[in-house]
C-alpha cells in the first residue's frame, strides 16, 4: 500500500464488539459504502454471497467483486471486494478494510488466517474489526492503538428449557452437529410437523439461499442446521433448539464452549424481537451457569490467538517447514496447531520426486501454493495428499498448467444430476474442488472458461439438490395431525391451481382469494378433521396471498355495487361501514396471522378511500371548503344538511333556508358542484355512474336485501336511510324511491304542460316519457306537494296546482226567470251607483283666500 500523504489524518482502527444481534456486520457494509473503495472479510462463503449479493442491489454489479476460494466475480473496476478471509486480495490498496467474527482468531483449524488478518490487513482510512466482546483484552493487547466500541443486543434472549421435537414453537431452527443427524431430525419434523428447511456448510450457496426462502417464505416453519448458522446467517427465526451439546471438531468429540452456544442461540429473536433457546431430541438440559451466560452474553475472554509465521522461507523445503514452525515472539499470540496444509507439506516432504522437483525456488512456492487446496471433499488425507500432489507435477511439469484432458475427464464424470441428497451433496463438493482449480489465476489455460463451466454445474446440482431436499424434508400435501380431536393418521392435503383443496384425494374446500370455504364430511367428526386439516395446508398459501395482497398497487382491486372488494378478480373483503373517506372493511375469511391480516384490512381500506376520494370528489370538495369555514351564513347549514344525506336532499325540508340564501351564497354552492332544482339540492357529479357505484358500495351493508333497478321508482322499504337513498340517485317521495334526475325532469315537463282549469297537465307521453305509471304518477305529485285543480270527467285531463294556491272561480248556474234567485241575481249584476260628491264650503275657501 502507498505511503499516506502528509498532513492527513492516521487511519482509523476500530474494533466493535458485542454478542449477535448487534448489527455488527450491518454497520460494517454502511461503513463501508461510504468510502470510495473498500473490503469486506467474512467467515462463509455462504454469507459473502449474502453479503455480495445486498451491495449489488445498491450500487450495481460493476461495483462490486466477490472472491471466495470457488467463485470469483470481479468486475473490470470494482470499487468494492467481498471475500471470505482466507481469499482476501491484501496486495489491493482499499480506503476501508473490515474483518468480521475475528474471535475465530482462536479456531484451532483456521485462526491463524484471521490472526493474521486482525494484525497486518488494514485500510488506508479505516479498519473495522468484528466480532464477540470476549476480544476486548486480547485487543487491547495486540492492538494498543485501536478504538474499541461495544453494543448491546437489541433483544434479549431467554432459555425455554427442553422441548420435544413435536412440540417445538413455529419458527424454530434445531441444531445438530452432523448431516446424518440433520437429515433424521428433519425426516421427523416432515412426519409430525408438514416439513422443514435444511442448512449446512457444505451446501452451496444457491441451495443454501433456496432451502433459506423455502424458510422465509412461510412455507415451512422450521429449519433444521449445523452451526454454520451461527455465523451472521440472519433469518427470522423465533427459537434455537440445541438437538446435541457435543461436535466433532476435526480430532475429537468434545462438549461446545459456552461462547459457541452463545453464538447459535444468538440467531434467535432478530432485531427488536425478543428470542428464546432450549434443548430438544437426546440433548441433555444446560446447565445453570451456561444459561446465565448465554442469557447475560458474559464469557471468558479470548486468552490467545493462534499464529503462523506469515514471513516464509523460500529457500529451500527444509527452510519452508522450518519457518513455519517458528514460534511468536509477541504475548498474546500461540504457535498454531498444525493445519491441513503444513499436513500436506510435510507428506511430500516424505516423496523424494517431490523433494527434487522442489529444489528450485520457483516450484517450491508451487508446492506451498498446491498444498493450500482445501479439502472439500472431506476424504482421507492419503487421497487428498495423492490429489495436491497430482496437481504439484502438473503445475511443474512441461506445459507449467493442469492439464486440459485431466479436468475435461474430472467435469465429465461430474456433468449428471441424478443420485440422491447423499450422491448430489458429493459430487457437489467435488465440483468445488474444480470450481478452485479455475479460479487460481495460473492453473490452466483456459481459465475463464472453466470458471463458467463449473459455475453452471454446480448451479445445476445445487438445483437439483433442492429439489431433493423439496422431496424428501418437505411434504407440501401433508397436514398437521389433529393433536386437539387426537387424529394420529397423517393426511396428504393440497392446494390445486384452481383453488380447489384435497385431503387424502377427497375434495374439502375451495380457496378463493384469502377465505378457504370448506366443504361438509359425511360426519361430525370427519367434518372437523378434515377442516383442520385443509386448514392448515391453505394456511401457508394464505399468508403468501396476504404478502401479496398487501403489496399489491390498487390496479389490482376493484369494487362491486354489492359493497365487495375484489383482489385480482376474487372476493376478499367487504365495505362494512363508515364514512364514504373513511370506510371500514373486513377481511374475508379466519386464517393468516393477525399482523398480516391487518395489514391486508388495511390495503383494502386504504383502496377503497382512495377510490371514494377519486369517484366521490364533489363531495370531499364540499366536505373540506365547510370545514375550511369558505362556506359561510346561512349556505354553511344547507351545506352540512347536503352532507349529511350524502349529496341528495329534499328541497321542502330547506325551503325557508334556500329562499333566505342570498345570490353570492348561491354562487358559492353552485361553485363546489351543488344544484338547487325544483325539488331536491344534489350534486350532479356524484349521479355518474362511477360515484354511484362507489357510493352503492359503501351504503350496500345497511340494506344487503334491497336492490333496486337502476332508473326505476320502486317501494321504498322501511328503514332505508337517506344517505342510502343518495348513494343511488334516489329521494323519497310519499313511500316511493325516486331518482332525482326524474323529479327534476318532471319540473320541466310540468312548465311545458297545457295550462287547464288553473292547473297543468301532465299528459301520458310525459308520464310515459319519465317511465311512470299512473299510480306512481299521482303519488309522486301529491308528495311533491300538488293536489288536482280539477274533477275532470271521463276523457278529460286531470290537472295539477300546488297546494296553497287559488282555486279557480267555477261558472255559477244560472237561476229560473221567475225564481227570487234570479231577482237577486239580477241586482247583484247592476253596477254599484255612482257617489254624489259634495260641494266644497265657501267659508273655508274664503278664509284661504284672507290667509293667501
Not at 471433499?377 to 500432489?389: F, G, I
Not at 373483503?573 to 364514512?579: F, L, R, S
Request: aromatic share 6%; with cysteine.
Amino acid at each position: 500500500m502507498s505511503d499516506r500523504p502528509s498532513g492527513a489524518a492516521p487511519p482509523r482502527l476500530v474494533a466493535v464488539l458485542g454478542p449477535t444481534n448487534t448489527g455488527k456486520t450491518h454497520l460494517a457494509v454502511e461503513r463501508m459504502l461510504g468510502h470510495h473503495s473498500g473490503m469486506i472479510g467474512l467467515p462463509l462463503r455462504l454469507l459473502a454471497r449474502e453479503i455480495y449479493d445486498r451491495i449489488v442491489k445498491l450500487r450495481g454489479a460493476r461495483a462490486v467483486a466477490l472472491i471466495t476460494g470457488e467463485e470469483k466475480i470481479v468486475p473490470p473496476r470494482p470499487q468494492y471486494f467481498v471475500c471470505t478471509v482466507e481469499a482476501m486480495p491484501l496486495s489491493v490498496e482499499v480506503e476501508f478494510l473490515a474483518i468480521d467474527e475475528i474471535q475465530l482468531c482462536a479456531d484451532p483449524e483456521r485462526g491463524h488466517v484471521f490472526t493474521h488478518r486482525l494484525l497486518h490487513a488494514r485500510g488506508t482510512r479505516e479498519t473495522m474489526l468484528l466480532g464477540a466482546g470476549t476480544m476486548a483484552p486480547l485487543v487491547r493487547r495486540l492492538l494498543p492503538h485501536a478504538e474499541i466500541q461495544t453494543r448491546d443486543r437489541f433483544s434479549t434472549l431467554t432459555y425455554a428449557g427442553p422441548k420435544k421435537l413435536t412440540r417445538l414453537p413455529r419458527r424454530s431452527a434445531v441444531v445438530a452437529f452432523s448431516a446424518d443427524q440433520v437429515y433424521a431430525i428433519a425426516e421427523l419434523i416432515r412426519r409430525q410437523r408438514g416439513g422443514a428447511a435444511v442448512v449446512m456448510g457444505s451446501l452451496s450457496p444457491r441451495t443454501r439461499n433456496a432451502q433459506v426462502a423455502l424458510y422465509q417464505s412461510g412455507e415451512v416453519d422450521f429449519l433444521v442446521a449445523t452451526d454454520a448458522i451461527g455465523m451472521g446467517l440472519n433469518m427470522d427465526v423465533d427459537h434455537v433448539a440445541f438437538a446435541g451439546l457435543r461436535k466433532f471438531d476435526g480430532r475429537r468429540t468434545r462438549y461446545l464452549y459456552p461462547q459457541e452456544v452463545g453464538q447459535i442461540a444468538g440467531r434467535a429473536g432478530r432485531y427488536q424481537k425478543d428470542g428464546t433457546f432450549g434443548v430438544t431430541g437426546e440433548a441433555e438440559d444446560m446447565d445453570p451457569d451456561l444459561v446465565e451466560a448465554v442469557e447475560n452474553h458474559h464469557f471468558e475472554p479470548v486468552a490467545g490467538a493462534e499464529w503462523r509465521n506469515s514471513k516464509l522461507d523460500f529457500a529451500n523445503l527444509a527452510a519452508l517447514m522450518k519457518s513455519l514452525a517458528q514460534t511468536p515472539d509477541r504475548e498474546g499470540l500461540k504457535l498454531a496447531k498444525e493445519a491441513l496444509d503444513e499436513t500436506t507439506l510435510r507428506q511430500l516432504a516424505d516423496d523424494p520426486d517431490v523433494v527434487r522437483r522442489a529444489r528450485d525456488r520457483t516450484n517450491l512456492l508451487r508446492l506451498w501454493d498446491v498444498c493450500q487446496t482445501p479439502d472439500f471433499r472431506k476424504t482421507a488425507t492419503d487421497e487428498h495428499v495423492r490429489l495436491v500432489k497430482d496437481f504439484f507435477f502438473q503445475l511443474t511439469g512441461g506445459g507449467r498448467r493442469i492439464a486440459e484432458d485431466w479436468i475435461a475427464r474430472q467435469y465429465a464424470h461430474l456433468d449428471r444430476t441424478d443420485g440422491e441428497i447423499d450422491g448430489l451433496a458429493q459430487r457437489l463438493a467435488a465440483v468445488r474442488t474444480l470450481a478452485y482449480v479455475a479460479n487460481r489465476p495460473d492453473w490452466l489455460h483456459d481459465a475463464a472458461g472453466w470458471q463458467g463451466r463449473t459455475r453452471q454445474l454446480e448451479d445445476r446440482l445445487s438445483d437439483t439438490l433442492h429439489e431433493k431436499l423439496m422431496a424428501r424434508f418437505v411434504d407440501r400435501r401433508t397436514s398437521a395431525l389433529m393433536r386437539a380431536l387426537n387424529v394420529r393418521e397423517e393426511m396428504l392435503a393440497g392446494v390445486a391451481a384452481d383453488g380447489a383443496v384435497t385431503v387424502e384425494g377427497h375434495y374439502v374446500g375451495r380457496l378463493s382469494g384469502v377465505q378457504f370455504e370448506p366443504a361438509e364430511g359425511q360426519s361430525v367428526l370427519e367434518t372437523k378433521a378434515l377442516r383442520a386439516a385443509a386448514n392448515h395446508a391453505v394456511a401457508p398459501e394464505i399468508a403468501k396471498r396476504l404478502g401479496r395482497l398487501a403489496a399489491d398497487p390498487d390496479t389490482a382491486f376493484a369494487l362491486t355495487p354489492d359493497g365487495v372488494v375484489l383482489w385480482q378478480g376474487e372476493a376478499a373483503g367487504v365495505v362494512t361501514g363508515g364514512e364514504p373517506f373513511s370506510p371500514r372493511v373486513r377481511l374475508l375469511g379466519e386464517l393468516g396471522h393477525d399482523a398480516a391480516r391487518q395489514r391486508a384490512q388495511r390495503r383494502l381500506e386504504a383502496f377503497v378511500a382512495a377510490e371514494a376520494a377519486r369517484r366521490l370528489a364533489p363531495l370531499r370538495k364540499l366536505e373540506t371548503a365547510v370545514a375550511d369555514g369558505k362556506v359561510k351564513g346561512l349556505a354553511r347549514g344547507v351545506a352540512y344538511r347536503l352532507i349529511e344525506a350524502g349529496g341528495v336532499l329534499d328541497r321542502a325540508e330547506v325551503r325557508e333556508e334556500t329562499r333566505a340564501l342570498s345570490q353570492v351564497e348561491r354562487r358559492v354552492l353552485r361553485g363546489l358542484g351543488v344544484r338547487i332544482g325544483a325539488y331536491s339540492l344534489f350534486m350532479p357529479g356524484l349521479l355518474r355512474p362511477e360515484a354511484r357505484t362507489l357510493a352503492q358500495a359503501i351504503a350496500a351493508r345497511q340494506t344487503p336485501d334491497w336492490k333496486p333497478v337502476a332508473g326505476a321508482v320502486v317501494a321504498l322499504p322501511p328503514g332505508v336511510s337517506a344517505r342510502a337513498l343518495s348513494a343511488r340517485g334516489l329521494r323519497a317521495v310519499r313511500g316511493l324511491a325516486v331518482p332525482v334526475e326524474q323529479l327534476e325532469r318532471l319540473d320541466d315537463l310540468m312548465r311545458a304542460g297545457v295550462k287547464q282549469d288553473g292547473g297543468i297537465v301532465l299528459s301520458d307521453q310525459a308520464r310515459e316519457a319519465l317511465g311512470w305509471s299512473a299510480s306512481e304518477t299521482e303519488a309522486i305529485l301529491r308528495g311533491l306537494g300538488f293536489a288536482p285543480a280539477n274533477r275532470p270527467k271521463a276523457g278529460e285531463p286531470l290537472a295539477w296546482r300546488r297546494r296553497g294556491e287559488s282555486r279557480p272561480s267555477q261558472p255559477v248556474k244560472a237561476a229560473p226567470a221567475h225564481s227570487p234567485f234570479a231577482a237577486l241575481a239580477a241586482l247583484k249584476d247592476q253596477p254599484p251607483p255612482a257617489r254624489r260628491r259634495r260641494p266644497r264650503r265657501r267659508k273655508k275657501v274664503e278664509a284661504a283666500k284672507v290667509v293667501a
